[in-house]
C-alpha cells in the first residue's frame, strides 16, 4: 500500500513563494511519472505539474514560468517549488503518480491559500 503524504502549505501573500514536499512509501517510487494537482473549491481536482522517471517535466499553461517541479529518488520525495504565486493559486495540493488513471489512494494533501 503506497502512502503519500503532502506538506508544505500555508498562508501567503500574492507574489510569494512556498516550496510543497511528498513523501511517498514503497520502493517503486523510482520507476513512476509523478504529479502535483489541485483541487480549488467547487472546482475539479487538475494537474498542474508532472515529472517522469527520468527528470523530464510539463506544467500547465496557468503555472508555467512560476512553478518548478523536481524529484528525490534517494529519499522518495517530489518537490514543487512555487514562485509569483497568485490568489487563484488557492487550492488543496496533492501529489500522485501520472497519468491520474494510475493514481494511488489519495493522500490529505495540504492547503495553499493566496491573500493579501
Known amino acids: 500500500q503506497v502512502q503519500l503524504v503532502e506538506s508544505g502549505g500555508g498562508l501567503v501573500q500574492p507574489g510569494g513563494s512556498l516550496r510543497l514536499s511528498c513523501a511517498v512509501s514503497?520502493?517503486?517510487?523510482?520507476?513512476?511519472?509523478m504529479g502535483w494537482y489541485r483541487q480549488a473549491p467547487g472546482k475539479q481536482r487538475d494537474l498542474v505539474a508532472a515529472?517522469?522517471?527520468?527528470?523530464?517535466?510539463n506544467y500547465a499553461d496557468s503555472v508555467k514560468g512560476r512553478f518548478t517541479i523536481s524529484r528525490d529518488n534517494a529519499k522518495n520525495a517530489v518537490y514543487l517549488q512555487m514562485n509569483s504565486l497568485k490568489p487563484e493559486d488557492t487550492a488543496v495540493y496533492y501529489c500522485?503518480?501520472?497519468?491520474?488513471?494510475?493514481?494511488?489512494?489519495w493522500g490529505q494533501g495540504t492547503q495553499v491559500t493566496v491573500s493579501s
Open positions: 500522485n503518480r501520472v497519468p491520474v488513471s494510475l493514481a494511488w489512494s
Open positions: 514503497g520502493s517503486i517510487f523510482r520507476i513512476n511519472g
Open positions: 515529472i517522469g522517471s527520468g527528470g523530464s517535466t
